[in-house]
């Protein structure tokens, strides 16, 4: 934390000023403006650098800037751990996303996480009603029906940023919304009349991560009872796909009407994760189904209103079938869905589900939250084409990981292998994808020899993989390009044996 936010050098501080700026919903402060803040202007002049003007609200802004900057250029936590070590008082302060909640500075204070009780807060409801709009609007704008069902991710740290945005999609879908009692705490769930809610309710299959399940219990209970309510209401099915697909689920397995109902899905307690991610690290896969298979028999725990879980593989892979789309929020710009291998894990691995169940490549979406309330809903693959051109084909993203040695090669072999994740996931990634990193890592001889001259290990598994992507047909390389990758990683495999690296080097 010390390293993050302890002494940020005037740079560092600059970015962190610009994505604050950004997201804070005002006209956003210049690049130049920022960089003339950090650099000392005063506030007139920074003002009208950034405004074109120095009236009294646009100082107020550059004011507010300048003391986030303060607070970033400090060191508040050895003082904050000393002061406590000597037994003295640490004042308390909220915690989150700094880029969301710069009320976070100064660190080094005593940070309470969150209120179980405000989640989702009546922002979050008016966010995640708007997303959900932008959501169905883009699947329409891409030539789909409203869907019935939607497979929503939902993660426990990205709620917790943003006071159950998240949670606020979900209800919407459902058309339903949180209840609290007189002293203002959540109580549990109701329903919005179709009338106001202006469409039908779409049934929803929430997989929720095993972090989610432990750190809001309240919050699955109350997700569960919305569930329920819907498919209780009095309405007609062609207004109400939660009704619709409980009653029909219930008509043909004979169970009780709750069960039929039941729409949140987690791993059985003590569990994490689907397993998809170590299936597709190790490569010892055949078929795609094989991925449906392990994510459906982790994640089939169904939470009921009593906050007990069940494993209910069938009634999943029933709901499975009438998705129309996947979803998932991306809350940090410090990740994307190609950084660690739990986006794949979770969205691929319910979107490879819902094959398997239905039969069809469903439209897999990401919401990107990280650039303050206006979030960007796109596909997988814009978000994989996104990815790979900023991140692992820009030189300035690449020289920077690379600065870190040994560990910049292997976070550059995690890129490639989550991409492969996303391929056997869902099939969405486009094969250019997979050209373009060969040439830059692979073909590239100079590359190639630092790369392995930092890190064997990781530098031979790049061209494995690119090669493994090959053989499962994610892209197909001319033949030049494939006889030079086959040769490449002969070369870099030797050099993990040791053999021939005088030469090489
Ligand atoms: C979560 O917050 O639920 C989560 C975070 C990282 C990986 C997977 C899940
Ligand atoms: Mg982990």
Redesign the pocket.
């Known amino acids: 934390l010390r390293d993050q936010l302890g002494t940020l050098a005037a740079d560092q501080r600059k970015e962190m000023l610009a994505a604050i700026s950004e997201a804070s919903g005002d006209r956003a402060l210049t690049t130049e403006a920022i960089s003339s803040l950090v650099d000392g202007a005063s506030d007139r002049a920074v003002s009208r650098l950034a405004f074109g003007r120095d009236g009294e609200a646009e100082i107020a802004k550059v004011r507010s800037m300048r003391e986030i900057d303060t607070l970033l250029a400090r060191d508040s936590e050895i003082d904050g751990i000393k002061h406590a070590l000597n037994g003295r008082f640490v004042p308390p302060s909220p915690s989150g996303d700094l880029i969301r909640s710069p009320a976070i500075l100064p660190t080094g204070r005593n940070t309470h996480g969150f209120d179980p009780f405000r989640i989702p807060s009546a922002f979050a409801m008016l966010e995640g009603r708007k997303q959900v709009d932008r959501l169905i609007a883009r699947h329409r704008a891409d030539g789909f029906e409203l869907p019935q069902t939607v497979a929503l991710v939902l993660?426990?740290?990205?709620n917790l940023k943003s006071e159950g945005g998240p949670i606020g999609q979900a209800l919407s879908l459902i058309g339903a919304r949180p209840r609290f009692d007189s002293y203002g705490r959540l109580c549990g769930a109701e329903l919005v009349p179709l009338a106001e809610l202006g469409r039908p309710r779409i049934d929803v299959v929430l997989s929720i991560?095993?972090?989610?399940r432990d750190l809001l219990p309240l919050q699955t209970k109350i997700l569960a009872q919305a569930a329920y309510l819907a498919a209780s209401a009095d309405e007609p099915l062609e207004q109400n796909f939660v009704r619709k697909h409980a009653l029909a689920y219930q008509a043909t397995h004979g169970c009780d009407f709750e069960t039929a109902a039941l729409r949140v899905f987690s791993n059985v307690d003590g569990a994490?994760?689907s397993n998809v991610n170590h299936l597709i690290e190790s490569g010892t896969w055949q078929e795609e189904d094989e991925l449906a298979e392990v994510f459906t028999r982790r994640k089939c725990f169904a939470f009921g209103q009593d906050g007990q879980s069940r494993q209910q593989r069938d009634l999943m892979q029933t709901i499975l079938k009438d998705v129309g789309l996947a979803y998932q929020n991306l809350e940090s710009v410090e990740l994307g869905v190609t950084t660690?291998d739990?986006y794949f894990?979770?969205l691929g691995g319910i979107s490879r589900a819902v094959r398997k169940s239905s039969g069809v490549d469903v439209p897999v979406y990401i919401g990107d939250q990280t650039r303050g309330t206006e979030g960007k809903v796109r596909t997988l693959s814009e978000q994989v084409t996104l990815e790979t051109r900023t991140r692992m084909l820009n030189p300035k993203w690449f020289e920077g990981i690379l600065k870190h040695g040994y560990e910049g090669v292997r976070h550059i072999e995690a890129h490639v292998t989550n991409t492969v994740g996303w391929s056997a996931t869902t099939g969405q990634v486009a094969p250019w994808v997979y050209q373009q990193i060969t040439e830059t890592y692979v073909l590239d001889e100079a590359m190639r020899l630092r790369l392995s001259t930092l890190n064997p290990t990781a530098s031979a598994k790049i061209a494995n993989r690119l090669l493994e992507a090959h053989q499962r047909q994610y892209w197909t390389p001319d033949d030049d390009t494939l006889s030079s990758l086959i040769m490449a990683s002969e070369q870099l495999e030797d050099r993990v044996e040791g053999i021939g690296v005088e030469t090489a080097a």
Request: glycine share 22%; proline share 0%.
């Open positions: 993660w426990g740290t990205d991560s095993g972090i989610f994490y994760g660690v739990h894990d979770s």
